[in-house]
Nanobody, 139 residues
C-alpha cells in the first residue's frame, strides 16, 4: 500500500528556511517520480518541484523547479530512508500554503518537467498524494 506522509511545515518569518520531508512506504522510491505541490487558500494546486530518475541514465537524477522557487528551493531524496525532502530558503509570504507530496510509478518518456505540469487533458500525472503540511510565511 503506497503511503506518503509529509512533515516539517510550520510558521516562519520572511527570509527564513524550512525543510519539508515526505516519508514514503509501499514502493521503491528510487524508481518512482515524486513531486511537491503547494495549495494556497482559495487557489489551485500548483507544482513546486519534481524529482525523477533520468530517462537516459538511471544513475542520474532529473529535477524541475517552478520559476518562483528556482535558486531558493532544493529537492532531493534519500533512498535508504525512503524520504524525499524539500529544502526551502529565503521564504516569501507567497510561499504560504499547504504543501503536498505526490508519487507516481515511472512513466515512459516522462521527465520531471512533465510531472510538474498538468496533463494535456487536465489533472496531474501523479496518482498518489499525501495529506499535506502547512507552511506559513509571515511578512
Amino acid at each position: 500500500q503506497v503511503q506518503l506522509v509529509e512533515s516539517g511545515g510550520g510558521l516562519v518569518q520572511t527570509g527564513g528556511s524550512l525543510t519539508l520531508s515526505c516519508a514514503t512506504s509501499g514502493f521503491q522510491l528510487h524508481w518512482w517520480a515524486v513531486g511537491w505541490f503547494r495549495q494556497a487558500p482559495g487557489r489551485e494546486r500548483v507544482a513546486v518541484s519534481c524529482i525523477n530518475m533520468d530517462g537516459t541514465d538511471r544513475l542520474k537524477i532529473d529535477t524541475y523547479y517552478a520559476d518562483s522557487v528556482k535558486d531558493r528551493f532544493i529537492i532531493y531524496r534519500d533512498d535508504a530512508k525512503k524520504t524525499v525532502y524539500l529544502q526551502m530558503h529565503n521564504l516569501k509570504p507567497e510561499d504560504t500554503g499547504v504543501y503536498y507530496c505526490a508519487a507516481q510509478p515511472p512513466l515512459t518518456y516522462t521527465s520531471s518537467f512533465d510531472y510538474c505540469h498538468p496533463k494535456p487533458e487536465g489533472g496531474w500525472f501523479f496518482d498518489y498524494w499525501g495529506r499535506g503540511t502547512q507552511v506559513t510565511v509571515s511578512s
